[in-house]
């Protein structure tokens, strides 16, 4: 057993566990009882873990976690062109229509 990563909240780890399964990587969640105890100890030392069964799945399992983990950082919806008022798809950052970029209407 090798330790993946320790999770924010059990929410995320579990859902963590979710993906490597769907990707048929054998792995476990350690520590999840341990939320409760949370307080005198320090926060890097308590929270749920996942681990993996092998440790040759690391690199794989590392990209589904932290390619999870770029999508939650972007946009999960439709943006709207702020120059031309074309609706655009969460996976493009510039506008086909007028090249605008999508962070020139974030501020
Ligand atoms: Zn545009």
Redo the contacts with the bound molecule.
Sequence with gaps: MIRLRRAPNLLIAQHWINLLEQARIPCELHNRYMQGAMGDIPVDQCGPEVWLEHAADLPAATGIIDGEASLAGSSPVRWR?G??R?WLEPQFTT?W??G?SFSDFQR
Excluded: K, P, R
């Design positions: 062109c120059s031309c074309e506008c229509n007028c605008s």
